[in-house]
């Protein structure tokens, strides 16, 4: 009996799919490192739902899409570009979507119409070179992480060069 009782939680557990929501949110850990790994210190990230574990994981600066005017976007992309910073989009499918639909009418970066750099889990997060717009070939597909069970240390925060560079309030 007292054998049976922990093996019956277990099983019933997995069948509402308690263990799968590790595979699930790993995509967070994963793709913050991967940008992190991978991707230049003056990166800013354009997202909404990675924006926080972005921050988090590979300390890049984000900035979210759904907040402010619709019409800012082209603008954002031009500004970061034209100061010294990439910007880059990680999205999900539903991100896509929402962007194209909401800031697409007036935003050609909002269209999202060029390949993908990166394809994150058959496509689960995408992330999109904001600057270079490039057209053909298919995405890489990093392979998937074994990254072991460990509290990951939050990064320094980022910030922007011409807010660190003036002196600003808004940099400290």
């Known amino acids: ?11 019933t557990s997995n069948s509402y799919g308690v263990f799968a929501i590790q595979r699930a949110e790993h995509r967070y850990v994963a793709v913050g490192k991967y940008v992190g790994r991978t991707l230049p210190p003056n990166v800013v990230v354009v997202s909404q739902i990675q924006s926080g574990s972005m921050r988090l994981y590979s300390g890049r600066l984000t900035v979210r ?3 402010g005017d619709p019409a800012w976007l082209d603008r954002m992309v031009e500004w970061l570009a034209a100061h010294g910073h990439h910007p880059y989009f990680v999205l999900e499918p539903q991100e896509i979507e929402e962007l194209r639909a909401r800031s697409g009418p007036t935003n050609l970066s909002a269209r999202l119409d060029w390949t993908p750099m990166v ?14 717009r490039e057209h053909g070939g ?5 392979s998937p ?7 990951l240390m ?8 011409d807010l660190a560079a003036s002196g600003s309030p808004a940099a400290r």
């Open 138 to 142: 298919a995405p890489a597909t990093p």
């Open 119 to 132: 394809s994150f889990r058959g496509g689960a997060v995408t992330l999109y070179d904001g600057v270079r």
């Open 145 to 151: 992480s074994r990254t072991r069970h460990e509290c």
């Open 65 to 67: 899409w759904d907040v």
């Open 1 to 11: 009996m007292c054998a049976l009782v922990p093996v019956t939680y277990l099983a």
């Open 154 to 161: 939050q990064k320094p925060p980022p910030r922007l060069r």
